[in-house]
């Protein structure tokens, strides 16, 4: 494999379409056996050629890792971006921007609706060492506009948010940022890279729980930072070896692996949930269903605008109140009952009393009939008559 420990994308990839970036980036033949598929390097230490001579760069696993180098570059490849960085998980990611990005007075415009561990990264970790946080509703840009104070560091936006599905137009606040002179940064875990690209539209950082969409396949953990200022991305790196958080080789793998069908993934779940979502709108006990891919839904047009497809995130709201939505949690059969989201298999979840019960109380608690769907790739007429049997 050739030795490159930046994490930096390849300007061969350039050019490229995105199903040939996320099968190739990174993905060079094994130089001494020409394995087409990267080894997975389970190593801590590295033999040097001599005091202070890195072989291929590499010294020890912490810094740098041949398996995570691959998934890195890879990862800088298909959000466009010039520095990829793998993480132990979604929160390491962000817990490693954020202490890279703020200082104690330090302000963060967050989204009304927003991961729950999000939230609690901000709320109960971040804010006791003086980082100081206001909520505003990032689908108005004007609303963002005035929760900006003269120590707001950083605009952070979801979009397709969680569990909400709000949309954000990105190239509207990343204008709002830079007349500001603040960082955008963008949660892109729902879109994926293959659905929307936040650094083209003028984003400064890209982030995403590699567990859901990018893995794929509900048997890994990992988090991911992507930037274009090379400065930024240096700092970045440099805290990322300092606090330690990183992705081992083995999850660096099955990322790497699970990316290569991102594309044909993302094209089934977006399918079947435009499906799900539509059947949804008919039926008698469904008050309201939340999807971009929906004509009604508030953010269509921008969310058109900005993404190749809608994704395979759908939320709804049951008549009678929390526990009929507690109650369609329980009666699915194929729908599994279970947090996290974006593999191939469907799942279901009471966002109240699992993902987002941290919010509870505060400005980003989410309503107690709602019901999020994570949807799959099995056949639709499935899911739909899974979720028709839930309803009742």
Not at 298 to 320: L, N, R, T, Y
Not at 348 to 357: F, V, Y
Request: proline fraction near 4%; charge should be negative.
């Amino acid at each position: 494999m050739r030795a490159l420990r930046s994490g930096r994308m390849s300007d061969s990839h350039s050019t490229q379409s995105f199903e040939t970036v996320a099968i190739h980036a990174g993905n060079t033949a094994d130089p001494l056996t020409g394995a087409v598929v990267p080894p997975i390097y389970q190593v801590s230490t590295y033999k040097q050629d001599g005091v202070g001579g890195l072989r291929g760069g590499y010294e020890y696993s912490r810094s740098a890792n041949p398996t995570r180098t691959a998934l890195e570059e890879n990862l800088a490849a298909l959000e466009g971006g010039r520095r990829g960085l793998a993480f132990a998980s979604g929160l390491a990611a962000e817990d490693c921007l954020l202490r890279t990005l703020l200082a104690p007075g330090d302000h963060v415009v967050i989204p009304n609706d927003a991961y729950g561990g999000t939230f609690r990264l901000f709320a109960k970790v971040v804010s006791r060492w003086g980082v100081e946080w206001s909520v505003a509703d990032t689908s108005d840009p004007e609303a963002v506009r005035a929760a900006l104070t003269d120590r707001t560091k950083a605009i952070w936006v979801e979009t397709p948010s969680n569990p909400l599905l709000g949309i954000t137009d990105i190239a509207a606040v990343a204008q709002i940022a830079r007349e500001a002179g603040v960082r955008l940064v963008v949660d892109n875990t729902f879109a994926s890279p293959y659905l929307q690209q936040p650094l083209a539209l003028g984003a400064d950082v890209v982030v995403h729980s590699m567990t859901k969409y990018m893995g794929g396949h509900s048997d890994v953990v990992g988090g991911a930072l992507v930037v274009n200022d090379a400065e930024l991305g240096e700092e970045l790196a440099y805290h990322q070896n300092a606090m330690g958080a990183v992705a081992g080789p083995f999850d660096a793998w099955l990322v790497l692996r699970g990316i290569k069908t991102l594309a044909v993934r993302m094209d089934r779940h977006s399918e079947n949930a435009t499906k799900v979502a539509e059947m949804l709108t008919r039926h008698a006990r469904v008050s309201r269903v939340l999807y971009p891919g929906l004509p009604e839904h508030p953010g269509h047009e921008i969310a058109a605008k900005q993404m190749k497809a809608f994704g395979g995130m759908v939320s709804f709201q049951v008549d009678g109140g929390e526990e009929a939505a507690v109650e369609v949690c329980n009666r699915a059969e194929l729908f599994t009952l279970g947090e996290s989201l974006g593999g191939v298999e469907s799942l279901i979840e009471h966002p109240g009393r699992m993902t987002h019960a941290s919010v509870v109380g505060s400005a980003l608690e989410v309503p107690a009939d709602l019901v999020r769907l994570s949807v799959g790739i099995e056949s639709a007429d499935d899911l739909i008559a899974d979720l028709q049997q839930a309803l009742g």
